[in-house]
Structure formats: structure tokens, C-alpha cells
């Protein structure tokens, strides 16, 4: 980052975030990737105490293989089998879960099944060999069932769109049409099509979930689905009282191809929320070695932040670390930590933290959902829901704002102090009150007149609350 210290006088700055949608109750959601269902049951007490409201759990179906990403290569909608536990363990954590208050969202996939090719030419699924597992334990498999009959397939060839290949990842045709492949002669992920049989089969899916006690779904590759196929599951009934948000990956905001062809159309389409990918794009924009944090006084205005009630924010996806092609994403350790007070702290969007097993090596986000800074921030997110925005003071380093009269956050990314001085007079900010730093620095803000001078030390975040 660059070494600068700035000195800023004047007068307050007037400038409030702007939020079209209206206002919703933006819990933080924890995002426990690729845990044990058991796993996430028996933290059920330290995930309430923490102040998550919701977890974002490992896809809940039949699939088979250890690593991660098998996770999201369906073999079955009817049962929950997978190494991470079965029906009974997904419905005994949601119970666990609910009794603490805290929501069950499901990651689902509904655009593909897995890739079999190597086993087998068919599209049956689950295809023989899976049923005669079914058969060889009839009696376990049957308490699993979630709907249907587990002794015949459930999906045929007559189910899935042309075995091609997307080569035109700008294409909507190929990319909502086509396979995702892996090149070198893979033949990728069957395509499923929205026609009755298929709706009905990923409905009763979904109902079932719901039925559970599921509040939430993920909806994954939500990119490569027409937005009339999501629509045909996804009715209002179904949908009531639950949060429903689709993953679109895109490398900006309005302007950007990827939005404009994919993520605009969506939110035009359904009424769903969406990972905020444009104003992640404006993150790492205002963190990058040129950026300015003035990039994020407002991204909204300039088409880098989603309507607030239907942004999922982030610092780091599951994609970013697991796959290549994503890397390059990766914030710095902590710029990623100062992203986090700004995603927590800001009014607006769902806040989505991810924590992992190491799945990626980079050993970054093992157990981050138990961190004391990451908690702290959870409370201050939590103690400021309702409370107006308004940005104090920004430049190339720094951003300070406020949150109504309760809350001060102070952001500085950069290598040597920043000292920002602002007019109090006539802000709703409390005169001789102590603003105390929620993440236990120890700093304390208090405005005994008509100006305040902030000291925000190097690569620093502080969220003063009253």
C-alpha cells in the first residue's frame, strides 16, 4: 500500500448512501463450507453466541467422493447421502440450529447432475448402480427418502439439454445452454432442462428442505440457468419465508459485460438476492496499490453495489481460493479484515463470511467464523441493524461513517497514520459520550465540541460504538 498521511479539515461531508430497496433485516450469514452437518450441530451454541443468525450449509442430496467439489455433482435429489452426513444428520442439525434461532440455508444445485461419463454412457440417474445400493439397504436408504421411489431413476436422457460444451463464456445462449467442462476432452456437467418433469422433481426437492425447517437457498451456477427455469421452481409459495439468492460470478459492475449480459437480466427477471460480485469488484478497486477509498463512499451510485435488500456481500467467496481461475481475487490478509468493517460496518446487504477446513492449503479461513475480530465485528453489524449511514470523511486512504448516532467505523488501509478532522456541529453523533473501539483496541471517541480530529493508526479498522 502506499505510505501517506493525510490531513483533512472541512466541513462535514453530506454525502448519504443510497438505498433504493427498502429496509430489511441483513443478518450476517456464516457460510460453514464443506463441514459435517454434525460438525455444524455441535457448534450450534458458539454460532449463536457469536451472533450468526443463519448458516449456509454443504448441498443436501446423494453424492459421492471426498473432495469438495463433489459436493457439487448430484447424484440424487430423493435421499441425502454424501460424506458429510445423511438425512438424518441434516435434519437433526437443523433442529439443533432452529432451537438457538439461527437459519438453515441450503446450497442447491439445480442446473446440472455430476459428470459420470467415466462410469457410464447413460443418463439415468442415479443409474443402476446407485439403485442397487438403494436395494442392498433398502431399509436405511427408505429413512433417508426425501420424496419419490428409490427403485427406479429419477432423471433419464430426455432430461438434459445437447452434451456441448460452453466455448463462449460470453455467449448467454452456450453459457445457459451448454455443459461446464474441464477441457481436454471432459465432457462435463449434464445440463438439465426445465421441462414438467424436471420442475416437478427439483419443486418437491426444495419443498422437502423447506418442510424440514430449511429459511434459505443458495442457488449455485445460477449464471448458467434461465431465469424461466429458476422461475418454474421457484414460485411464490415455495419461496415464502425463505431467502433465496443466486451465484453470478462477475468481474464488475454496471458497464462490465459479465453484468450486463448475466447478472442485470437476473435481477430484472426474478426477485432474488445475488453475491454482490460488483461491489467486491469496488473493493478490490479501493484496496488495490492505486485505488482510493473514495471508490467506496457510494458504489451503488455508480452501478458497483446491488439494491441493498437483494445484496449478499463478501470478502471471499468458496470460489476464490478453490479454483485457479479465481485466485487472482484473494485480498491481502489484511485488507481482507479491513474489507470485513467495511462489509459489517456499512448499512446495507447481507454480510456472508466464509470459513473452511483448508480445503485451499492456504490455511487463511480455517476456523474464521470463531475468530475474536470477526465476532466483534458480527456485534457491531448486529448493533447498528436499523440505524442510517452517512460518510464523515474519505480519500485515498481512509473512509470514516457513521451509523446513526450509535456507531463510528474508521477505515485505514494504507502504511502511516491518517488524521481526519470533521465538523460536528448539528450531527446527530453524541457530545460527551464515549464511542468505544468494539474491536477492544482500547481507542475511545469522544466529541466534546464542534469539531472532532480522528487518528486512525496504519492498516487499521476501528468501530466505536456508543
Not at 469496488?282 to 477509498?293: D, P, Q, Y
Request: charged residues 15%; glycine residues 10%; positive net charge.
Amino acid at each position: 500500500m502506499p505510505v501517506r498521511r493525510s490531513l483533512i479539515r472541512g466541513a462535514l461531508a453530506t454525502a448519504l448512501l443510497a438505498c433504493a430497496a427498502p429496509a430489511v433485516q441483513a443478518d450476517v450469514v456464516v457460510h460453514a463450507f464443506n463441514w459435517r452437518y454434525d460438525t455444524v450441530q455441535a457448534r450450534a451454541a458458539q454460532i449463536q453466541a457469536a451472533g450468526y443468525k443463519a448458516v449456509l450449509v454443504a448441498p443436501a442430496y446423494r453424492s459421492e467422493g471426498s473432495a469438495w467439489w463433489a459436493r457439487y455433482q448430484p447424484q440424487d435429489y430423493r435421499v441425502i447421502h454424501h460424506p458429510l452426513g445423511d438425512s438424518t444428520a441434516f435434519r437433526n442439525m437443523v433442529s439443533a440450529l432452529k432451537a438457538r434461532g439461527i437459519r438453515v440455508y441450503a446450497d442447491v444445485i439445480l442446473n446440472h447432475m455430476a459428470n459420470e461419463s467415466a462410469q457410464r454412457s447413460d443418463l439415468n440417474y442415479p443409474g443402476a448402480r446407485v439403485l442397487g445400493i438403494y436395494a442392498g439397504n433398502s431399509s436405511y436408504f427408505n429413512s433417508l427418502r426425501l420424496f419419490g421411489s428409490l427403485q427406479y431413476n429419477f432423471l433419464s436422457a430426455s432430461d438434459f439439454g445437447p452434451a456441448r460444451c460452453i466455448t463462449d463464456y460470453n455467449s448467454v445462449y452456450e453459457v445457459q445452454t451448454y455443459r461446464l467442462c474441464g477441457g481436454s476432452g471432459d465432457a462435463g456437467l449434464p445440463d438439465l432442462v426445465a421441462n414438467d418433469w424436471v420442475v416437478q422433481q427439483q419443486r418437491s426437492y426444495l419443498q422437502t428442505l423447506k418442510n424440514w425447517g430449511v429459511q434459505g437457498f443458495r442457488i449455485d451456477a445460477a449464471k448458467h440457468m434461465p431465469a424461466t427455469h429458476m422461475n418454474r421452481v421457484l414460485t411464490s409459495d415455495l419461496k415464502s419465508g425463505v431467502h433465496v439468492f443466486g451465484e453470478i460470478i462477475t468481474s464488475g459492475g454496471a458497464g462490465n459485460t459479465e453484468y450486463d449480459r448475466f447478472l442485470a437480466p437476473y435481477l430484472r427477471d426474478t426477485d432474488h438476492g445475488a453475491y454482490d460480485f460488483p461491489m467486491f469488484s469496488a473493493i478490490r478497486s479501493a484496496f488495490s496499490f492505486n485505488g482510493t477509498m473514495s471508490t467506496l463512499v457510494n458504489p451503488g451510485a455508480v452501478g458497483l453495489a446491488l439494491p441493498n435488500a437483494r445484496a449478499i456481500t463478501f470478502t471471499v467467496t468458496h470460489d476464490i481460493p478453490n479454483n485457479a481461475g479465481f485466485r487472482y481475487q484473494i485480498l491481502n490478509a489484511t485488507d481482507e479484515k479491513l474489507a470485513y468493517a467495511y462489509v459489517m460496518g456499512r448499512d446495507g446487504g447481507t454480510p456472508l463470511l466464509y470459513s473452511d477446513n483448508n480445503e485451499s492449503g492456504d490455511n487463511r479461513w480455517v476456523n474464521a467464523w470463531n475468530r475474536d475480530d470477526l465476532k466483534r465485528m458480527v456485534g457491531f453489524h448486529n448493533a447498528m441493524t436499523g440505524r442510517d449511514m452517512q460518510v464523515l470523511s474519505h480519500g485515498n486512504c481512509h473512509l470514516i461513517f457513521r451509523r446513526g448516532d450509535a456507531g463510528i467505523v474508521g477505515i485505514n488501509k494504507c502504511g502511516n497514520a491518517v488524521i481526519a478532522s470533521i465538523n460536528t456541529s448539528g450531527s446527530v453523533l453524541r457530545w460527551n459520550t464515549d464511542y468505544v473501539d468494539a474491536l477492544g483496541s482500547g481507542s475511545t471517541v469522544r466529541i466534546t465540541g464542534g469539531s472532532y480530529t480522528f487518528d486512525i493508526p496504519a492498516r487499521t479498522a476501528r468501530m466505536w460504538k456508543r
